[in-house]
């Protein structure tokens, strides 16, 4: 039986960034995370938020470690699964994508001098000086990895020239269009991701072991960071929805579900279609999707009907995006209901069942992020390219892609299991308040010294 090349490497690619999505969401978002811990700790003088810092950073590490590995694969994978893609495009995306090690470097440098660094300096401003480096590191890391796959939806900067890519600008390529509404998305919901990650391992220990002043403190901080990444991230989806209808329409109606062109046109949330393409069970609210497109309730919008039948995006989007619109919504309304309760005296933000919804919010976002790449991808097909190559064009022809597919599953169950292991190994017996109890004698016994030296 003949192998389906293009079937395999679209699922070892897919299999590959859903894996490293995880990991490259916490790298990015957990280093701000350990900033303002640190940052509020030496301003509050409060030793249980630069704990914080400390045993965020730990976890953090270990999560660095594994994207390495992710990150390599994503990199050899290009070469091997998706070679005609790189032969067309590969002079085009050489910056960003040396541009994004660079950046890994940068922050790596700096992290490892971060660790080693406590408590060295009389001014703890300086270690947290430290911080700044890292976190745009990641930061810009993931803008030049995102400014990639910016081209491959709007491909700009070069001069299309006998099936080749001439005359490239890569600077023109690598801010495309796509670039400023893609970053703002990305890096928006990557911090609103870490904040909520960090909530929710709070209140699940919480629920667990009981309340305690340094997980009221680290919920009550990462809750403030949830509910303003969450309106920045609304933002950020509105600004890429406008994107989507100025420039990919076909992909903005298969994720509505939005087939006739039309004024006015209604936003389609949840429902499936039945065998004869009709939508069944929709929420349909009427004008709204004009008003999302264009900021008009009475602006025209595209159907999927003007495009070629083999251009248009799989109708299966439109669940893809309904999850991850739907999940950031949650966490948005899970934080504001946190807040209702904080300032609202008769209430308690710590009870069962708001700690239960706030940890739930953490698998959610990940979830969510995951539903928001799939969609990005999967709304592009048939193209890799937009508008210059399919995928049936840029995948292998080598049926040992099956196998590479079972080689690098087989890497990331070991690879999960033991960034599992080592983490709960890391934390595991050694709660938050002991650690701050020698964490403190520490301090005093670095005081001691450091007056002797005087």
């Known amino acids: ?8 490497s679209k699922w070892l690619t897919g299999l590959t960034l859903a894996f490293h999505a995880i990991f490259a969401t916490v790298g ?21 938020y630069t704990l914080m810092a400390k045993r965020w950073t730990r976890g953090f590490v270990i999560s660095v470690a594994v994207g390495v590995v992710t990150g390599t694969a994503i990199a050899l994978q290009l070469s091997l699964v998706w070679p005609n893609f790189m032969q067309l495009a590969g002079n085009v995306i050489a910056l960003p994508l040396f541009m994004e090690v660079f950046a890994f470097f940068f922050e790596a440098i700096f992290l490892g001098i971060y660790m080693y660094t406590w408590d060295r300096f009389r001014n703890p401003y300086i270690h947290w000086l430290l911080t700044i480096p890292i976190v745009a590191g990641a930061s810009m890391s993931a803008f030049f990895i995102t400014t990639v796959n910016g081209f491959m939806n709007q491909p700009e900067g070069f001069t299309f020239e006998n099936g080749h890519f001439t005359a490239v600008n890569p600077l023109q390529a690598m801010f495309n269009a796509a670039t400023a509404s893609k970053v703002f998305h990305v890096l928006s919901s990557a911090y609103l991701t870490g904040a909520a990650l960090l909530a929710g391992i709070a209140a699940f220990t919480m629920l667990r072991k009981g309340v305690s002043a340094y997980y009221t403190k680290a919920l009550k901080l990462m809750m403030v960071v949830v509910l303003l990444f969450g309106l920045l991230n609304t933002l950020a989806g509105d600004v890429s929805a406008k994107f989507l209808a100025e420039h990919q329409p076909e992909k903005l109606a298969a994720a509505e579900w939005h087939f006739e062109t039309e004024s006015g046109a209604d936003l389609i949330f949840l429902g499936w279609l039945n065998a004869e393409q009709q939508i069944v069970g929709a929420i349909q609210i009427p004008k709204a999707l004009s008003f999302l497109a264009f900021g008009d309730f009475n602006a025209e919008v595209t159907g999927l009907e ?16 309904d999850f991850m619109a739907g999940i950031g919504f949650v966490i948005l309304g899970v934080a504001l209901l946190y807040f209702l309760f904080l300032f609202w005296k008769k209430r308690n933000e710590l009870n069962k069942w708001m700690l239960r919804a706030i940890a739930l919010t953490a698998p959610l976002a990940f979830l969510g992020v995951e539903m928001g790449w799939l969609y990005a991808e999967i709304g592009r097909q048939p193209w890799i390219v937009r508008g210059y190559m399919r995928v049936e064009e840029a995948a292998t022809s080598s049926p040992s892609v099956r196998i590479l597919f079972f080689v690098f599953l087989l890497l990331y169950v070991v690879l999960g299991m033991m960034c599992a292991i080592i983490l709960r190994r890391l934390f595991r017996n050694k709660p938050a308040d002991e650690e701050l109890e020698k964490l403190m004698k520490e301090k005093r016994l670095h005081a001691i010294e450091m007056g002797e030296s005087v």
């Open 306 to 321: 003007e495009f070629p039948l083999d251009e248009r995006p799989p109708l299966l989007v439109h669940y893809l995006f």
């Open 1 to 8: 039986m003949a192998v389906d090349t293009v079937l395999w």
């Open 28 to 48: 990015v978002g957990v280093p701000l995370m350990i900033a303002i811990a640190e940052f509020i700790g030496i301003r509050k003088k409060d030793p249980h």
